[in-house]
């Protein structure tokens, strides 16, 4: 069964409005949490680093405050997209860390988001 | 440059064949992990495989294989008796520790199964 959990699956939201996007860790706790983006038939773009009990790190390029994201325990982190336009459609996937691994760490991933904005 | 190069972006094999997806990657660092993902159309990413830097035998799990050949940077994910349900998306991720830690992930390569 699936170790990371995502909701919503979907949503559909009026341009200006924020949405929240939940991303729960079901197995073990986890340290480390990543938010990433993805546009039809492309790869996978890192949007930040969530660690919890801190500051998330943001890539390049991408607005920490439009995309806020909040890791308040070992098991959730959330990504608020706030005042949403229609360039913020797109397919968002978080994915958990599993520590105490070593140098494996495997990163289990949610079902993702799929995002509208009309 | 690339970091993760997944060169055929789309392969086609029949049910019950093994196939190779290609993979090559770039770093510097000596400590490394790669991964294969699969993602089907429902767009959950699915962790396949995993090859550790200093790993001295190529990673099996199940049906998938690693062919790690890391003198040429290269770690192909191989399926053997390939089934309809193995059709999908496939990713290959390198994770890197410096300067960030972090996975950087290849372009995909779409594989579809026929009967």
């Known amino acids: 069964g699936a170790v990371v959990s995502q909701h919503p699956s979907w949503v559909i939201c009026k341009s200006g409005t924020s949405v929240k996007i939940e991303c729960r860790s079901l197995?073990?706790?986890?340290?480390?949490m990543f938010w990433y983006r993805q546009f039809p038939k492309q790869s996978l773009m890192l949007m930040a680093t969530s660690n919890e009990g801190s500051k998330a790190t943001y890539e390049q390029g991408v607005e920490k405050d439009k995309f806020l994201i909040n890791h308040a325990s070992l098991t959730l982190s959330t990504l608020t997209v706030t005042s949403a336009h229609p360039e913020d459609s797109s397919f968002y996937i978080c994915s958990a860390r599993r520590p105490g691994q070593g140098a494996k760490n495997i990163q289990y991933f949610g079902a993702g988001t799929r995002l509208s904005v009309l | 440059a690339q970091k993760i190069t997944q060169t055929q972006p789309g392969m086609f094999v029949q049910e019950k064949e093994a196939v190779t997806l290609d993979c090559t990657y770039d770093t510097s660092d000596p400590s490394y992990g790669l991964f294969w993902y699969k993602q089907p159309s429902s767009g959950e990413m699915i962790f396949l495989i995993y090859q550790g830097s200093y790993d001295q035998q190529n990673a099996t799990e199940g049906r998938y294989s690693l062919n790690f050949q890391k003198a040429r940077k290269s770690a192909n994910l191989v399926i053997s008796a390939s089934q309809l349900g193995d059709s999908a998306m496939y990713f290959c991720a390198m994770r890197e520790y410096f300067p960030a830690d972090k996975l950087i992930f290849g372009t995909g390569t779409r594989l579809q199964v026929f009967p």
């Open positions: 197995d073990f706790q986890a340290t480390t």
